[in-house]
């Protein structure tokens, strides 16, 4: 079964530090997504991203998120100066047209 | 504000029954209905989605649609521990991509 693979599995940083999360879709989707977990909260959402540009985004993607798609295989996203409140799962998600969204196995940020 | 209502449980079903798991959301222009399952500490995996009215059998699993009413809901038969986990709805719009979140069922099998 084909799957989402996000590296790394936990990372922890130092508040104000800028870190990369990085996600490797399935190959023939063409719809990818960041969504959030706090813990104990509501899955978030962060961006869509759809044919190497940003198709919509939430009020939580604020200038400090930017996300890449660099070499057609990896889809990142980079929090430039992370806060306290940036701790939480993140999930990446990908899809193909008219299918259901299929989702990594998240990346924990702990942000000290 | 687009919304999806969920009760957070936990819903305590006996082991070998059918478990019921709602959930209703607030604009009538919603297209497709997920429902994903979650155990603690881990990311959402995708049961089944339905984007017509009616019932969608799948193993186990029956989604139920209700559009005139705004609510989609699942069954579980033959409910095993292995099915105790939070249950999330999630609604997609036309107008957008992205995935509104319910909070999600607590469901626990007792055997």
């Known amino acids: 079964e084909p799957e989402v693979t996000q590296t790394p599995s936990h990372q922890v940083t130092q508040m104000g530090q800028e870190v990369i999360l990085r996600c490797v879709p399935i190959s023939n989707h063409l719809y990818f997504y960041w969504y959030r977990q706090i813990l104990g909260q509501k899955v978030e959402f962060l961006v869509s991203?759809?044919?190497?540009?940003?198709?919509?985004k939430s009020e939580i993607f604020d200038d400090q998120f930017s996300v890449e798609r660099p070499d057609g295989s990896n889809f990142t996203l980079k929090i430039r100066s992370t806060k306290l409140e940036d701790s939480a799962m993140y999930f990446c998600?990908?899809?193909?047209?008219?299918?259901?969204?299929?989702f990594g196995s998240g990346t924990r940020l702990t942000v000290v | 504000q687009k919304e999806v209502e969920q009760n957070s449980g936990p819903l305590s079903v006996p082991e070998g029954a059918i478990a019921s798991l709602n959930c209703t959301y607030s604009d009538r222009g919603s297209q497709s209905f997920f429902w994903y399952r979650q155990y603690s500490g881990k990311s959402p995996e995708l049961i089944m989605f339905?984007?017509s009215n009616g019932d969608k059998e799948d193993g186990r699993f029956t989604a139920q649609l209700n559009k005139a009413s705004q609510y989609v809901s699942l069954l579980i038969r033959d409910s095993q521990p292995s099915d105790s986990a939070t249950y999330l709805c999630a609604v997609n719009y036309p107008s957008n991509y992205q995935l509104i979140w319910g909070a999600g069922t607590k469901l626990i099998i007792k055997p």
């Open positions: 339905i984007y």
């Open positions: 991203f759809y044919n190497n540009e940003i198709s919509e």
């Open positions: 998600a990908s899809r193909s047209t008219g299918g259901g969204y299929t």
